[in-house]
């Protein structure tokens, strides 16, 4: 299940092609509501735009969806040869106001590709799978815009990156299989930021023998302008002005991986604006111990990590405090 936070009364989510709301009740629970028993494709990604509707798009190379497109239009695609001629949706925009589904026509595919909202409200998305590893799309949220899609529009394949906007509204990109490096987009028409610029930090963590797990990279900007990149089980505060690491952080005790394919999750914590002096968190939680993914191959599957560590990344000398989700956060574990 996905979860989309619209307002702190109310709970929007999509599970698998349904949609559901949560009510809050005055005891402080809450109770399901279907809404939608089938909005015609499954969310793989989704993003709640400005205007409170959600964009919502799934891989397109996996066959028809349940969804067909409006006036006669098709994909044809070589690259996906069990598919010739596709009349189908793999993207939608759910209207929550008013309970409806809007098909959106997307070309290229989006399987694991990676993105951001820009300051301009409209959601930029980059990468994917086959012909969309290097497509650079944009959805201006408006009650008739459809995707824009350009291609090539990345110096590098990108799928399984990561995306941050930056301070001056450009999106930093980092890494995807077999990508270790960065780019910016926009790029300028002239200068160095025109490609691509190594960052061996992601080759450094990457598990051999096709395991990877520094995909999908965990990067949140510090409140010093810095990045925060967390990849695998470890981190670096990363000036990207520079390409030089400003700081090296200690690794997460347990070493497993909390990255991509031993997917966990990460959120920098709310910051406190009125402190003298203002400090930056990071909560890293769940992973995979150190070797699922090859268990997996050979019908194996081990329990995700039940553990959370938690990180002040402005501290002169910063260590993880480690906990299970929900309860107390132990004793700094170095």
């Not at 979860?3 to 709301?21: E, K, N, T």
């Not at 930056?166 to 910016?184: A, H, S, T, V």
């Not at 952080?249 to 914590?269: F, K, N, Q």
């Amino acid at each position: 299940m996905t979860m989309v936070f619209v307002a702190p009364s109310l709970v929007f989510a999509i599970a698998i092609a349904s949609a559901f709301v949560a009510f809050p009740t005055d005891a402080g629970g809450g109770t399901w509501q279907l809404v939608q028993k089938n909005i015609g494709i499954v969310a793989m990604h989704m993003q709640l735009m400005h205007n409170d509707r959600v964009v919502i798009f799934d891989r397109t190379d996996f066959g028809h969806s349940n969804l067909t497109l409006p006036n006669g239009r098709c994909r044809r695609n070589p690259y996906e040869k069990s598919v010739k001629v596709d009349c189908t949706a793999h993207s939608v925009e759910y209207d929550v106001a008013s309970n409806t589904i809007r098909a959106l026509f997307v070309q290229t595919d989006v399987w694991c590709s990676s993105g951001s909202v820009a300051p301009d409200g409209r959601l930029i998305q980059t990468g994917g799978y086959n012909d969309g590893e290097r497509t650079l799309r944009i959805f201006n949220p408006c009650s008739t815009c459809d995707w824009q899609e350009f291609g090539p529009g990345l110096a590098a394949r990108r799928w399984y990156a990561s995306n941050h906007i930056l301070p001056d509204g450009r999106q930093i990109i980092i890494g995807g299989k077999g990508q270790f490096n960065y780019e910016f987009n926009p790029k300028a028409k002239t200068g160095a930021d025109k490609t691509t610029f190594r960052l061996p930090f992601l080759w450094q963590t990457n598990d051999p023998a096709g395991v990877m797990n520094n995909l999908y990279p965990f990067v949140f900007l510090n409140v010093d302008g810095n990045l925060f990149i967390f990849s695998n089980n470890r981190s670096i505060l990363f000036d990207y002005h520079n390409n030089t690491v400003v700081k090296t952080y200690p690794e997460i005790p347990g070493g497993d991986p909390r990255c991509y394919p031993s997917t966990g999750s990460a959120v920098l914590l709310p910051l406190n604006l009125q402190a003298s002096s203002i400090q930056a968190e990071v909560l890293v939680c769940g992973g995979a111990p150190r070797g699922s993914f090859q268990q997996t191959i050979k019908g194996n599957f081990l329990g995700a990590l039940n553990t959370c560590g938690r990180i002040k990344i402005t501290d002169l000398n910063p260590q993880w405090l480690m906990g299970l989700p929900g309860g107390k956060l132990g004793e700094t574990q170095r």
